[in-house]
T-cell receptor, first 113, second 114 residues
Framework: GEDVEQSLFLSVREGDSSVINCTYT??????LYWYKQEPGAGLQLLTY?????DMKQDQRLTVLLNKKDKHLSLRIADTQTGDSAIYFC?????????????FGTGTRLQVTL | DSGVTQTPKHLITATGQRVTLRCSPR?????VYWYQQSLDQGLQFLIQ???????AKGNILERFSAQQFPDLHSELNLSSLELGDSALYFC?????????????FGPGTRLTVL
């Protein structure tokens, strides 16, 4: 089955690191994504990781994947007020001819001064 | 700006009515996806089309239907609307149908059913 879980809320101080966690249940997931949603806006893809990777770094973003525990995390270094948003992890169940994303519940990140 | 456009931005209607939401994918993208975001259900996949053909189906109600036209734009039709259908409806597009294919999301249509 497919189920993706995230904690609902995270508050950090500006300049600190943020770590947003996600657990998924479908071991056949091939790609895992992190999306950002700002108020009144659509979803913006931040980064992704293939299921055969353990880590991916992209500027201030670091994604860690623990396949054994089906745990995914997103670390944002030097968190800024502009990072305040809702962050969704998503797993992709994909074949060669179709795909769909199953999203987590979303984590609201609040950055304080 | 993702390049995906959705109209209208807001829609207010009454229970029992029917509405049509429209999506234009990014230039060159052949795949279109529809998602529903509501407070109680979260963000849920509804349906995928690729070059006019349905490819994947999620938790889409029988009262809802979609299609993708030859010019690749897509429409989501919602009928016999209920209060619980109030939600944000997103369209996304991607170049490919499967595999790792980055989905680009539109700004959404906010549907309010009164």
């Amino acid at each position: 089955g497919e189920d993706v879980e995230q904690s609902l809320f995270l508050s950090v101080r500006e300049g600190d690191s943020s770590v947003i966690n996600c657990t998924y249940t479908d071991s056949s997931s091939t790609y895992l994504y992190w999306y950002k949603q700002e108020p009144g806006a659509g979803l913006q893809l931040l980064t992704y990781i293939f299921s055969n990777m353990d880590m991916k770094q992209d500027q201030r973003l670091t994604v860690l994947l623990n396949k054994k525990d089906k745990h995914l995390s997103l670390r944002i270094a030097d968190t800024q007020t502009g990072d305040s948003a809702i962050y969704f992890c998503a797993e992709s169940i994909s074949t060669g001819t179709a795909s769909k994303l199953t999203f987590g519940t979303g984590t609201r990140l609040q950055v304080t001064l | 700006d993702s390049g995906v456009t959705q109209t209208p931005k807001h829609l207010i209607t009454a229970t029992g009515q029917r509405v049509t939401l429209r999506c234009s994918p990014r230039s060159g993208d052949l795949s279109v996806y529809w998602y529903q975001q509501s407070l109680d259900q979260g963000l849920q996949f509804l349906i995928q089309y690729y070059n006019g053909e349905e490819r994947a189906k999620g938790n889409i109600l029988e009262r809802f239907s979609a299609q993708q036209f030859p010019d690749l734009h897509s429409e989501l039709n919602l009928s016999s609307l209920e209060l619980g259908d109030s939600a944000l409806y997103f369209c996304a597009s991607s170049a490919l149908a499967g595999g790792h294919n980055e989905q680009f999301f539109g700004p959404g249509t906010r549907l309010t059913v009164l």
